[in-house]
């Protein structure tokens, strides 16, 4: 294995321990004296991938956000898109909740990243366009009147309330089984369309388009933002 393979294996791993770490933290914070001894590492070799423990975590976001990516790139039919979507908050809520929160925090108080924050959002960008893609394909199939906005919207609300709910130790004393719960959460989302049939004039999907240019003007402010 050359140096350069080496060194990427490496920072493989440490990506996957720190995340690994920040879960059973808790509390969304770790210590690179922790880390460097989970990995037998010299504290001073992370330095060598990463500048500061602020770049950490916003790598571990932005390898979090190429691996949904690559998962939505999958090129099957527009109902499994919209299911996989939904599972994606709901098989680890956890995961999803905690690194949105330190995403939050990172972009509201640290500086000298704005390189990796453009990286991020050029990456959601790319997804979020893939979303939209597969939205709009599955309300066709399904010969619906739901605007895209609309279903998108409401697929984030119920990812975004369902990992809540599955990440409540409170709430999980008075769950059922969680894999039967998430089933239901994505049947809903897959039923919703059918409650909005289009009319004679056919699907009238008018703001897909616009969501498009949305998204490509709010990555060009992002890049122009300072972190």
């Known amino acids: 294995m050359s140096r350069?393979?080496?060194?990427?294996?490496?920072?493989?791993?440490?990506?996957?321990?720190?995340e690994q770490l920040l879960l059973?933290?808790?509390d969304g914070d770790i210590?690179?004296?922790?880390?460097?001894?989970?990995?037998?590492?010299?504290?001073?070799?992370?330095y060598k991938h990463f500048s500061s423990k602020d770049e950490l975590y916003l790598r571990i976001i932005i390898r979090y956000?190429?691996?949904?990516?690559?998962?939505?790139?999958?090129?099957?039919?527009?109902?499994?898109?919209?299911?996989?979507m939904i599972f994606q908050q709901l098989f680890n809520p956890q995961k999803a909740m905690l690194l949105n929160q330190i995403e939050e925090r990172l972009a509201a108080s640290v500086t000298g990243l704005n390189r990796l924050f453009g990286e991020l959002y050029d990456i959601?960008?790319?997804?979020?366009?893939?979303?939209?893609?597969?939205?709009?394909?599955?309300?066709?199939?399904?010969?619906?009147?739901?605007?895209?906005?609309?279903?998108l919207s409401s697929i984030w609300a119920m990812g975004q309330g369902g990992a809540g709910l599955l990440n409540s130790s409170f709430y999980q004393r008075?769950?059922?089984?969680?894999?039967?719960?998430?089933?239901?959460f994505v049947q809903q989302m897959l039923e919703l369309p059918s409650h909005y049939p289009a009319d004679e004039d056919g699907?009238?999907?008018?703001?897909?388009?616009?969501?498009?240019?949305q998204i490509d003007t709010e990555s060009e402010e992002h890049r122009n933002t300072n972190y």
């Open 65 to 84: 956000e190429e691996q949904l990516f690559e998962i939505n790139r999958i090129d099957d039919c527009p109902s499994a898109g919209v299911a996989r």
């Open 174 to 184: 008075y769950l059922g089984r969680r894999d039967t719960l998430r089933y239901a």
């Open 124 to 151: 959601r960008r790319q997804r979020m366009k893939r979303l939209i893609d597969i939205i709009s394909a599955y309300l066709k199939d399904e010969n619906s009147n739901l605007s895209t906005r609309d279903y």
């Open 4 to 18: 350069q393979h080496q060194f990427k294996a490496r920072e493989e791993n440490i990506l996957a321990m720190a």
């Open 203 to 213: 699907v009238m999907d008018e703001d897909m388009q616009e969501l498009v240019e």
């Open 31 to 46: 210590t690179l004296d922790s880390l460097a001894d989970q990995l037998d590492l010299a504290k001073g070799t992370l």
């Open 24 to 26: 059973e933290s808790g």
